[in-house]
């Protein structure tokens, strides 16, 4: 028999405490993986300083040397200029979530606001079910399609003579690593808008509407500015999930450690590059020699604390625009 | 490679399972791990082995990694053997032995439109470097333009391999070449992009034009009677001295039959 006076075992007490434990549990995981990771990835930081993040060199041709360090551990190797890498990150990562934002915020519009029921019914879990592919699978039709065509069509000779002696265009590059990757993270930046565009309150628009200003007005004045921390929330999700993605990056721009510059004009988009993630990945055969893995944590590190002032960054951008936003 | 290791794993261990029940009494389990180059080589033998009368009713599990993780794997007793697609390194922990039990051809390959005739060892060694850097300055070559350079990222065997073999001490591949992570990565870019060049394990040009080193064509005939100078060794790595089941691995691989395993895709010893 049922008695509230005597909960027995589950009191609210105990309950409390025992999901408290849980809750910290996730913190001290957390706070355990960052101290981790810095006391792995400390040497490598301590015997470049900030020149680790600086540029000079080849970081291949580094990393190539503190791969082959002598096994005396006085004598490790440990020099590397990183900034092609962190270059090639940031380019790759802002070039996906700007086209992305713009992309996504139009499509979750019609999707709310513009399209008959029945193409809104399709287009919602089609996109849901884009935001579950893998992305090994993107990589794949990098790799086998788009990459080969973008090398034969779209880089003449001239082109490719024209970097020769700095760097081989071969089609895998920053402009596919970043077509890619839009496509990778529009699907989710959709669902989250899609459901804060949803979540405006009807009153409000209907308002509007009774007032006589028409739908796109509508739209763009009342739902999207109430939803925009939805929009900062999709964007810093799309940007860790670039942040992160390491498997398609290496398949379609991975080919060199390489900084793209700007001022190639149309070429830079045909450059490629490795970014962090990507060099995390393609060097783990490497992790059982002692300054090598030292190296590949310092990446980590780096990846690390980037997501977290990334989160940090959303959190206040979205401070200011709380005051009539709906939270997704 | 995490997953390709757990693939791998979970391939091997499906592949013995079958045999591994029928005398599961005093069944003993072999651990490798190491150079994804060997590993088709091991499965193949593993295979062979435990329907041999030594290798019955016992259990091999293969994971890979490169050649590195299989040194170091059974250098600190994770695993029986250590496969390795390099020769022993002054650097290399102590107390492991090498055994030798295949030798494998590292081809030069080309895009299959850009049929080079032959190339000797400074023509590879300006190409690959830098100092040659157009199609139009290679006698043979039909392709045009710029060369791409494809070659294996710092941790690669075939890397290494390559270095020994035709590069020397000294030379280095040019900073600007495409540097890809796996054989078949790789041999799927020189196969998209008719101005490409690099290497492979011969077990893995299909599709590609190997191009002849110094007149002497990249076939497995050519390698096993000692014509193409362009060859390097397999080795198992064990912990001390083989012992057990591992010492009998060994031996199947050397013996006749094993050898005779080998000659299907790779350099037998004799």
Same mark, same amino acid.
């Not at chain 2, 011969?202 to 050519?222: D, E, S």
């Given at each position: ?54 540029? !000079? ?119 596919? !690593? ?28 209907? !308002? ?121 | ?138 006698? !043979? ?130």
């Amino acid at each position: 028999m049922f008695n509230p006076a005597t909960p027995g075992f589950w009191s609210d007490r105990r309950v409390e405490r025992m999901l408290g434990a849980v809750a910290c549990l996730v913190l001290l995981l957390i706070i355990g993986m960052i101290a981790f990771v810095f006391a792995k990835a400390w040497p490598s930081f301590a015997h470049n300083g900030l020149a680790w993040f600086s540029s !000079g060199g080849d970081v291949d041709r580094q990393l190539e040397d503190i791969f082959n360090s002598p096994s005396n551990p006085a004598d490790y190797v440990y020099e590397l200029h990183a900034w092609p890498l962190l270059w090639g990150t940031a380019v790759v990562t802002f070039g996906a979530v700007l086209i992305g934002i713009a992309f996504s915020l139009f499509a979750a519009i019609f999707i709310v606001e513009f399209a008959p029921p029945r193409l809104s019914g399709l287009l919602e879990p089609v996109v849901r079910l884009l935001a579950a592919v893998p992305s090994v699978v993107y990589g794949l039709i990098g790799i086998l399609v788009i990459v080969p065509w973008v090398g034969e069509h779209l880089i003449s000779i001239e082109r490719k003579e024209s970097v020769a002696n700095v760097v081989q265009l071969d089609g895998s590059s920053i402009g596919v !690593g970043i077509m890619i990757l839009t496509i990778m993270i529009v699907p989710i930046m959709i669902a989250i808008v899609v459901d804060a565009l949803r979540a405006v309150p009807r009153s409000w628009t209907e !308002g509007a509407s009774a007032l006589g200003v028409n739908r796109w007005r509508v739209t763009w004045s009342i739902v999207v500015r109430t939803a925009r921390p939805a929009v900062v929330a999709a964007a810093v999700l799309a940007t860790a999930r670039a942040l992160g993605e390491a498997i398609m990056l290496s398949m379609v721009s991975g080919s060199a450690s390489f900084a793209p510059n700007p001022i190639d004009g149309f070429t830079f988009l045909f450059e490629p590059t490795r970014p962090l993630a990507s060099a995390l990945v393609e060097n783990v055969e490497g992790l059982t020699v002692v300054p090598f893995g030292q190296t590949l944590f310092a990446f980590a590190a780096v990846l690390l604390v980037s997501s977290m002032f990334l989160s940090l960054a959303g959190f206040v951008a979205k401070q200011s625009m709380r005051k009539y936003g709906v939270q997704p | 490679m995490n997953r390709t290791r757990l693939l791998a794993a979970a391939a091997a261990l499906a592949l013995c399972a079958p045999l591994g029940t029928a005398t599961a009494a005093h069944a003993a389990t072999i651990t490798m791990s190491g150079s994804t180059s060997v590993a088709p080589l091991a499965t193949s033998l593993a295979k062979a082995f435990l329907k041999s009368p030594k290798g019955k009713g016992n259990k091999v599990v293969i994971l890979q990694g490169g050649s590195d993780i299989g040194i170091t794997d059974v250098s600190r007793g994770r695993v029986t053997l250590g496969m390795s697609s390099r020769d022993p390194k002054p650097a290399d922990p102590g107390g492991i032995v090498f055994n030798k039990i295949a030798r494998d051809a590292v081809c030069i390959v080309s895009n299959a439109s850009n049929p080079i005739p032959t190339l000797s060892q400074t023509q590879i060694q300006d190409i690959f470097s830098g100092r040659v850097r157009s199609w139009s300055q290679v006698s !043979g070559a039909t392709a045009s333009g710029p060369i791409d350079l494809v070659v294996r990222t710092a941790a690669s065997g075939t890397q290494d391999a390559f270095q020994n073999i035709f590069m020397g001490t000294t030379l280095r591949v040019a900073a600007s070449a495409t540097t890809k992570s796996s054989n078949g990565l790789q041999a799927q870019t020189i196969k998209s992009d008719p101005n490409a060049i690099g290497y492979a394990s011969f077990a893995f040009t299909k599709g590609l034009h190997t191009i002849p080193y110094q007149g002497v064509p990249c076939t497995l005939r050519n390698a096993k009677s000692g014509q193409y100078a362009g060859s390097r060794n397999f080795f198992l790595v064990s912990r001390g001295a083989a012992k057990g089941l591992a010492k009998d691995f060994i031996a199947f691989a050397r013996s006749s039959t094993g050898q005779a395993i080998v000659a299907s895709d790779w350099v037998p010893l004799r």
